[in-house]
């Protein structure tokens, strides 16, 4: 059975948030698979459920440059799943923050499908939250990412002004409504009531620490500790654990360690000034 076909649509239904010149052949060549046809196709290609832009979209482009309002394309209809893992599993890393923006929802939901194989792979990565290990797949790290995705909710556009080189994503950052940093997408949990809890995941090993994470530890804990840690060694005798609230936003660290024969439990708060003020020493 045909995969695929021609049809005629509206330029302006064509989405373009997952489209990227630089796919790599082995992505093409999946997509051939799931058409059953050979690439490449000499015509703008697009997934037929998402109406997202696959392929050749140099047509696409030239069609809104001679102001056209319809175009012909080949409708690629296969699961949107299967769209989804080749892009996952395609990925190039980027440095460009409005492109980490546009895969950010992706990454998220491939590595939570019930039964997928981002699911399946995410098993072996308990000590990392889904936002880590999708952080981590961006080239980027949980607080980054968190900015990123308020920046690119509340003005897309500021995020190529940050690629542009004309703000800092800090700066970029600042500009967002507080209460926009702090939206996230609500979640419904074991509860029962819709509400997610808190909750806290212990840290093992200083590899799953960023740069900015390590400095507030190196300084709120004592120096004997801070040496340690600073050298990439995790103490025996301490104990620390990262804290979140029920919408998965980082609040800081909760700590237990010995001296004088007495345990002590203290907590480093990382709020937005701290979180800035760290950025900026970086």
């Given at each position: 059975?045909?995969?695929?076909?021609?049809?005629?649509?509206?330029?302006?239904?064509?989405?373009?948030?997952?489209?990227?010149?630089?796919?790599?052949?082995?992505?093409?060549?999946?997509?051939?698979?799931?058409?059953?046809?050979?690439?490449?196709?000499?015509?703008?290609?697009?997934?037929?459920?998402?109406?997202?832009?696959?392929?050749n979209g140099h047509y696409l482009e030239l069609a809104i440059s001679q102001g056209k309002d319809e175009i012909e394309v080949v409708l690629?209809?296969?699961?949107?799943?299967?769209?989804?893992?080749?892009?996952?599993?395609?990925?190039?890393?980027?440095?460009?923050?409005?492109?980490?923006?546009?895969?950010?929802?992706?990454?998220?939901?491939?590595?939570?499908?019930?039964?997928?194989?981002?699911?399946?792979?995410?098993?072996?990565?308990?000590?990392?939250?889904?936002?880590?290990?999708?952080?981590?797949?961006?080239?980027?790290?949980?607080?980054?990412?968190?900015?990123?995705?308020?920046?690119?909710?509340?003005?897309?556009?500021?995020?190529?002004?940050?690629?542009?080189?004309?703000?800092?994503?800090?700066?970029?950052?600042?500009?967002?409504?507080?209460?926009?940093?702090?939206?996230?997408?609500?979640?419904?949990?074991?509860?029962?009531?819709?509400?997610?809890?808190?909750?806290?995941?212990?840290?093992?090993?200083?590899?799953?620490?960023?740069?900015?994470?390590?400095?507030?530890?190196?300084?709120?804990?004592?120096?004997?500790?801070?040496?340690?840690?600073?050298?990439?060694?995790?103490?025996?005798?301490?104990?620390?654990?990262?804290?979140?609230?029920?919408?998965?936003?980082?609040?800081?660290?909760?700590?237990?360690?010995?001296?004088?024969?007495?345990?002590?439990?203290?907590?480093?708060?990382?709020?937005d000034a701290l979180r800035e003020s760290l950025l900026n020493a970086a």
């Open positions: 059975m045909t995969k695929y076909n021609k049809a005629v649509v509206k330029v302006s239904d064509i989405k373009t948030g997952f489209y990227r010149p630089e796919n790599s052949e082995g992505f093409l060549k999946m997509l051939g698979m799931l058409l059953k046809t050979i690439f490449p196709l000499e015509a703008v290609v697009v997934h037929k459920e998402t109406m997202q832009l696959i392929a690629a209809d296969f699961p949107e799943e299967d769209l989804i893992h080749a892009v996952a599993t395609h990925w190039k890393p980027t440095k460009k923050f409005a492109v980490m923006f546009n895969f950010i929802a992706i990454f998220m939901k491939y590595y939570s499908l019930k039964k997928g194989p981002g699911a399946k792979y995410r098993e072996g990565l308990s000590d990392l939250t889904l936002r880590e290990l999708v952080a981590e797949i961006l080239g980027t790290n949980k607080t980054y990412l968190d900015m990123i995705e308020a920046i690119g909710k509340f003005k897309f556009e500021l995020l190529k002004s940050v690629d542009a080189g004309d703000v800092s994503l800090q700066e970029a950052f600042a500009m967002v409504p507080k209460k926009e940093r702090e939206k996230k997408d609500g979640k419904k949990d074991g509860d029962g009531k819709g509400n997610k809890q808190n909750y806290i995941i212990p840290i093992t090993s200083t590899d799953k620490l960023s740069f900015e994470e390590l400095h507030t530890l190196t300084n709120n804990l004592p120096a004997r500790y801070a040496e340690q840690i600073g050298n990439s060694i995790m103490p025996n005798d301490l104990s620390i654990a990262k804290a979140y609230t029920y919408n998965d936003v980082f609040q800081g660290f909760s700590i237990v360690y010995s001296d004088s024969a007495k345990s002590i439990v203290t907590h480093i708060s990382y709020t």
